[in-house]
């Protein structure tokens, strides 16, 4: 039974509920304390700065008034820019479950932006332990405060506004469990602020456009905007890093981009909500990967990846290999991200 709130409002997250289903990993890491305090933040300054001057605040800068009426018939524009992948040609979804696929798409999306964050705001407060440089610790600290608004604001619109959740993502959940057992820091921000908040950032822009109430769209929008700066806190801290790796750790960092990559493509076929709605998952997920939209939106998502891959020299062949293999970039893509440098 779900809990009351202090209004009388049903509650969908409950401690009942989230008790079934918590992701307890134990990690050895090595914390370390830097001393030295006189680099005044070189290439991180800029980055700071801005970060400090756009706080936000998710209760008052939200105007959180709308009433969202999940389920509610969906205008024709809205239907447009909505998902409209389920009316493609092939498309496993009956026309009279247009509106309700729209909608478990949006709550979909927005669930597993909501794990993103907290996995976000989990793997970045341990980088501010294990990073050895000072300037790095006080950013990521920053970049903390800003996952707690994401966080906040997520939650707090799933809880209030749609009223439908859903699970973190199989591949989601596996890449948190490895990123927060991981001990080597550069592999965090690799997993993390490369690859989830890469897809995030580009996700949150899409759906910033495409969601259909003005408070998601609002939440997203603002979202981006942090979002870029995290993506830019990854390529500072990675860039040039792997020039003086060993072959081997350098293997190393390539095999876990291979598998989160493959994990990550495996997220946007959409399984659990082909499950909710009782559509064949088998037809659902083919559907998703071979439909042009569905493909064309995936290497859309996964261009700012291979645009940070290549800036951190991690656009390596077999990576390239994967990606074209799972229909997440074209030659073009890895084309358009060398002229971009
Ligand atoms: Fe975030
Ligand atoms: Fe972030």
């Excluded at 057992?181 to 456009?209: K, N």
Aim: hydrophobic share 45%; aromatic share 10%.
């Amino acid at each position: 039974m779900a809990a009351n709130d202090q209004a009388g409002t049903p509650r969908v997250f409950t401690l009942e509920q989230a008790g079934q289903d918590m992701l307890a990993v134990d990690a050895a890491i090595r914390a370390l304390m830097n001393f030295d305090y006189g680099t005044r933040f070189g290439r991180l300054r800029d980055l700071y700065e801005r970060s400090k001057s756009a706080q936000w605040n998710a209760s008052t800068d939200i105007d959180w008034s709308y009433d969202v009426a999940f389920g509610a018939p969906l205008s024709a524009g809205y239907g447009m820019r909505m998902a409209p992948f389920a009316a493609s040609p092939g498309s496993p979804v009956p026309q009279e479950l247009w509106n309700d696929f729209r909608w478990q798409y949006q709550a979909w999306m927005v669930n597993q932006f909501l794990h993103g964050e907290q996995g976000a705001l989990l793997t970045t407060a341990r980088l501010v332990e294990t990073v050895p440089d000072m300037a790095a610790k006080v950013y990521a600290a920053a970049q903390v405060a800003d996952e707690a608004r994401h966080v906040e604001a997520y939650a707090r619109y799933v809880d209030e506004k749609l009223r439908v959740t859903y699970p973190i993502n199989p591949g989601l959940r596996t890449l948190m469990r490895d990123l927060l057992s991981e001990s080597r820091w550069d592999i965090v921000y690799l997993g993390m602020q490369v690859i989830v908040e890469g897809l995030a950032l580009a996700a949150t822009r899409i759906a910033s456009a495409g969601f259909g109430d003005p408070i998601i769209t609002s939440i997203t929008k603002m979202i981006a905007r942090d979002e870029a700066r995290h993506v830019s806190f990854g390529v500072i801290a990675l860039q040039g890093l792997y020039q003086d790796m060993t072959s081997r750790e350098y293997a190393e960092r390539e095999a876990f981009l291979l598998e989160a990559i493959h994990l990550m493509s495996q997220r946007f076929l959409l399984r659990e909500i082909w499950e909710r709605m009782d559509i064949d998952p088998a037809r659902g997920i083919q559907f998703a990967c071979t439909d042009p939209m569905m493909v064309g939106f995936r290497q859309l998502l996964f261009r700012k990846v291979v645009q940070v891959l290549r800036q951190v020299d991690l656009l390596t062949v077999p990576i390239r290999d994967l990606m074209l293999a799972e229909g997440l970039a074209t030659p073009q893509t890895f084309a358009a991200a060398a002229q971009a440098g």
